[in-house]
């Protein structure tokens, strides 16, 4: 039928095959040969679009090859083989389907060319993905997945209705660049299709469904998790909506708002979904400048962000393995039974707080030096502010206090072999990138004119990673950094975990005395009736008693007469 399979297929496929293949190492060998299956359907492909067909006079393309499209299937597909790998362990196929169903439609809409096709996939995501959240098994991962799935369809919901007014305003359905404009009627469809996008992406005030339900995940969950959701609204985002201005300031705010947060986090893995958020906003300001270099900057730092944020993730999860516990004041003193985990931390920690020759540098700076090129004055010290940040909260904290700080006398076996060569290919990808950017350069969207390591950008960079790193010392050492210890910390999500429930709590206390109080009220009224009824009809009343027959005839006269009266008058 097609000319070209598309890779979601395919995820789909070996997703309907996957439990009938009893044998576990079978079956986690299968899954494996999934992401690598799927790479090889495009990895020669010629930009163009392919598998095209007409449904219902719509044009459905649900393979458009091009330069964007395909760094971003690249860096899922291999999001996807070192997820399945790190899960080697695991024997619940319900994970295993939905690891393979979330990458397949992550990767679906990535090569979507049409907005039906995105929308499909887009919520084919959110449903496959919940699963790795429920796949808990517990009450409060029930309850967290719910209100992740809310909030994801929701996003779907309207995209799709975004999607329609976008048809009807302007009869096209081409998943191409789109003007925001003004607030209005006849920009609806965009506006709506721009806040759907922003949802995925966890822009201000609607980001709170990350920090809550990525640290409710299994262990394996969360790194699957970390890969394909946001990101899928980054390249959604960078595909519909290059160079609006209004993401600038969205993406700088997305930048500083978690330092906060991040700091006063006991869970680690909540810390590292904090991070998510402010990485995130580079990103957003780079699509937002709109600038060749800027929208470089973006898709480097998209696919830099997945590897070293899975690293850091794996890492947490394998101690979070082998420890049960993610949270920074049960931890500690593991570099002594975890080292070569606690390496790997390290290199993902260096490579988010971009150090030079780590991914994160080389990514980093395109953006910051689109910026700079653009005049941004304010944006660069923003995302400068945002970098410090990102080191104190990822760079340091994650790794000091799981590994280092205080010894809390755990002794614990080093994580699986499958999840340090999982961690080990992240980590590669890490360091190569950082020493030999060239080879990311060539696959980014436009042609790359840009030399990351001069003199002045690698000491300015070193100086300023010096100065964070010794206030941070200066913190702990005076007693001053916000101390670790048992909590729940909620941000804009205590409207809705807390004020919500409460107002309808209340609503419901006060419908529930209403009904009460009508209740009391209409038995009392009934219960008066009756009284009336019973002294009436009841042995003692008038209409109980026997009437002489001489009373009856006159009543009867008079019920006739008073007939007769109204009959002719």
Not at 132 to 155: E, F, V
Not at 180 to 204: D, H, R, V
Not at 370 to 376: L, R, T
Not at 466 to 481: C, E, V
Request: proline share 4%; charged share 10%.
């Amino acid at each position: 039928m097609f000319d070209v399979l598309s890779p979601a297929l395919v995820y789909a496929g070996g997703a309907a095959l996957t439990p009938f293949i009893l044998n576990e190492r079978l079956r986690q060998i299968f899954m494996l040969t999934i992401p690598v299956l799927a790479l090889s359907l495009f990895w020669n492909l010629h930009e163009g679009t392919y598998a095209v067909f007409n449904l219902m006079n719509m044009q459905i393309g649900l393979m458009r090859v091009d330069k964007l499209s395909f760094i971003f299937g690249l860096i899922f597909s291999i999001a996807a083989f070192i997820s399945v790998l790190y899960a080697w362990h695991v024997k619940d196929k319900l994970q295993q389907v939905a690891t393979l169903l979330y990458a397949g439609a992550a990767i679906g809409a990535v090569f979507a060319a049409d907005l039906v096709t995105l929308f499909v996939f887009w919520e084919a995501t959110a449903i496959a993905s919940v699963f790795l959240i429920w796949a808990r098994r517990t009450p409060g991962a029930y309850y967290t997945g719910m209100r992740y799935l809310i909030i994801q369809i929701s996003s779907g919901v309207i995209l799709l209705g975004g999607i329609i007014l976008q048809y009807q305003q302007t009869g096209s359905l081409a998943f191409d660049a789109m003007t925001l404009g003004s607030f209005s009627y006849e920009n609806a469809g965009t506006w709506a299709i721009f806040i759907a996008f922003g949802i995925k992406c966890a822009f201000p005030l609607l980001h709170n469904w990350l920090q809550d339900a990525y640290p409710a995940a299994t262990v394996t969950g969360t790194v699957t998790l970390s890969a394909f959701t946001t990101k899928l609204a980054i390249y959604a985002l960078a595909r519909g909506f290059p160079g609006t201005e209004l993401l600038i300031y969205i993406g700088a705010a997305m930048t500083l708002f978690p330092i906060f947060f991040a700091a006063i986090e006991n869970n680690l893995r909540r810390v590292l979904s904090y991070s998510i958020n402010n990485q995130l906003g580079f990103m957003v300001v780079g699509i937002g400048i709109g600038t060749p270099l800027a929208l470089n900057g973006t898709v480097a730092h998209a696919f830099c962000h997945i590897l070293y944020k899975s690293l850091l993730f794996m890492s947490v999860g394998a101690v979070m393995f082998r420890t049960g516990t993610s949270k920074a004041s049960e931890l500690g003193g593991l570099y002594k039974s975890m080292p070569i985990t606690m390496i790997f931390c390290i290199i993902g920690a260096m490579s988010i707080s971009a150090f030079p020759l780590f991914s994160g540098f080389v990514s980093k700076s395109l953006i910051l030096s689109a910026a700079a090129d653009q005049g941004q004055f304010w944006i660069w010290l923003v995302l400068i502010i945002a970098s410090v940040g990102v080191l104190e909260h990822s760079g340091i904290k994650i790794p000091y206090f799981t590994f280092f700080a205080h010894d809390t006398g755990k002794r614990v076996k080093e994580a699986p072999p499958h999840m340090l060569i999982a961690m080990g290919i992240a980590a590669f990808f890490c360091i190569g990138i950082g020493v030999y950017p060239q080879a990311l350069y060539a696959m980014l969207p436009y042609d790359v004119d840009y030399v990351p390591y001069t003199t002045s950008h690698v000491v300015s960079q070193l100086q300023l990673l010096m100065f964070a790193g010794l206030a941070f010392a200066m913190l702990i050492r005076f007693g001053l950094y916000p101390p670790e210890f048992r909590s729940v910390n909620l941000d804009f999500d205590w409207l809705y975990r807390r004020l919500l429930p409460s107002i309808f709590r209340g609503l419901a206390r006060m419908i529930e005395r209403s009904w009460h109080a009508m209740t009391r009220l209409a038995l009392y009224r009934l219960d008066r009736f009756l009284v009336v009824v019973y002294r009436a009809h009841g042995p003692q009343g008038p209409l109980a008693r026997t009437w002489p027959t001489g009373s009856m005839v006159l009543w009867i006269a008079a019920l006739l007469g008073t007939t007769l009266l109204l009959t002719y008058l």
